[in-house]
């Protein structure tokens, strides 16, 4: 198989798979390296593939037919995140990423694609295992969600309760 049957391969994977694609598996099932995937993904978003790099590998996010896409701030301690991430997920928001505007790099972006109170735990279980620290540290607690839902009904509602919990930054 060439390069090029390679990342068409690959994109059809991607287009097919409801979950991510670990680039070691993708690598091992073509026999070539991580780094060999790596590149072709590289090549892929460069040719214009809309394919998102999550800490559980590779994913082509599908088309919906209509989507309300919001960016929330957000401003809480790190023990709260838990519970931010799960009334998102509650009413049927998907969380894509978080972001952090610090002083010296400007805007800091983590893809999350967090979409399941199963991925919310996941990513709790990462930052204690890891012992890692939030984007929200660097900033104070404040913090950007790009948030997708299929209705203006379910933003209404996860705002309304993200505001009771005081987690949204009022206007």
């Known amino acids: 198989m060439n390069s090029k049957e390679r990342r068409t391969y690959i994109e059809e994977i991607l287009k097919k798979s409801n979950n991510p694609e670990k680039g070691h ?19 892929l978003r460069a040719e214009g593939k809309k394919i998102i790099a999550t800490p559980e590998g590779y994913l082509m996010p599908k088309e919906q037919k209509s ?34 505007e ?5 805007e800091i972006r983590g893809m999350l694609m ?10 709790i279980k990462k930052i204690n295992k890891y012992k890692a620290e939030p984007l929200l ?13 299929e209705n203006e009904e379910i933003i209404k509602n996860m705002i ?3 505001k009771e919990k005081g987690y949204l930054i009022s206007d």
């Open 25 to 43: 598996e993708l690598a091992e099932q073509l026999g070539v390296t991580r780094q060999i995937i790596v590149k072709d993904i590289a090549i």
């Open 67 to 100: 989507i309300v896409k919001r960016v929330m701030a957000f401003s809480h301690k790190t023990e709260n995140i838990e519970d931010e991430l799960k009334v998102i997920i509650k009413f049927g928001g998907i969380i894509e990423d978080v972001i952090v």
């Open 102 to 106: 610090h002083p010296l790099y400007g």
């Open 114 to 123: 967090i979409k399941t109170f199963y991925d919310v735990e996941n990513f």
């Open 137 to 149: 540290i660097l900033t104070g607690g404040v913090h950007l969600h790009t948030v997708v839902a």
């Open 160 to 162: 309304k309760e993200l």
